[in-house]
């Protein structure tokens, strides 16, 4: 069984960019779509984007378009969410998680970004 | 953009009891509706897909039901280990996909 690291929390500056990497244990990423989601603090969570790397597409959330970059590595076992230009609204819980289409089975530990000055 | 309303934002409700939560979209999401539990520093965690189809390892006792617009997550006898936050999400008209605000099943 798959199971999704995170990288370690993240403590980041306004207008700064930060990157969070979600490596697959016990697998690999190649034949799966995955999805990056955020969640401030007693809220839902919230969908940015996704990445199927065996076919190197992408979908990203309008709102997120522009500033926001997820890709995999070359041997297909990491993936990566950048986000840039970054302000105190994006501090939150930022997931991982495997999309098996009807739903999200497999999700990493959370990596928590605050952005702060 | 579908947005998700769940009801009640909080259930109070004692162990062995029932629970009944609503999700509401609106627009018709047909049966693309998932339902997930989060507990405190955690993961969320996939309970229920497609309406009503429990992902694997979900005891019997979560079940969904709806279509459309209006969908019920049931819970029925209630656990110790249920007592968590639950949110519906939706993939129709995606992207992008949303998620409801969530239910806080607490103990009465």
């Known amino acids: 069984q798959v199971q999704l690291v995170q990288s370690g929390p993240e403590v980041k500056k306004p207008g700064s960019s930060v990157k969070v990497s979600c490596k697959a244990s016990?697998?690999?990423?190649?034949?799966?779509?995955f999805s990056w989601m955020r969640q401030a603090p007693g809220q839902g969570p919230e969908w940015m984007g996704d990445?199927?790397?065996?076919?190197?597409?992408?979908n990203y959330a309008q709102k997120f378009q522009g500033r926001l970059s997820i890709s995999s590595d070359d041997s297909k076992t990491t993936l990566y969410m950048e986000l840039s230009s970054l302000i105190s609204n994006d501090t939150a819980v930022y997931y991982c998680a495997r999309d098996i289409r009807y739903g999200f089975d497999i999700w990493g530990q959370g990596t928590l970004v605050t952005v702060s000055s | 953009e579908i947005v998700l309303t769940q009801s009640p934002a909080i259930l109070s409700l004692a162990p062995g009891e029932r629970a009944t939560l609503s999700c509401r979209a609106s627009q018709s999401v047909g049966t693309h509706l998932a339902w997930y539990q989060q507990k405190p520093g955690q993961a969320p965690r996939l309970l229920i897909y497609?309406?009503?189809t429990r992902a694997a390892g979900v005891p019997a006792r979560f079940s969904g039901s709806g279509s459309g617009t209006d969908f019920t997550l049931t819970i029925g006898s209630l656990e110790p280990e249920d007592f968590a936050v639950y949110f519906c999400q939706q993939r129709t008209n995606w992207p992008p996909l949303t998620f409801g605000g969530g239910t806080k099943v607490e103990i009465k």
């Open positions: 016990g697998g690999s990423v190649r034949n799966d779509a």
């Open positions: 990445i199927n790397p065996m076919f190197d597409a992408r």
């Open positions: 497609e309406t009503s």
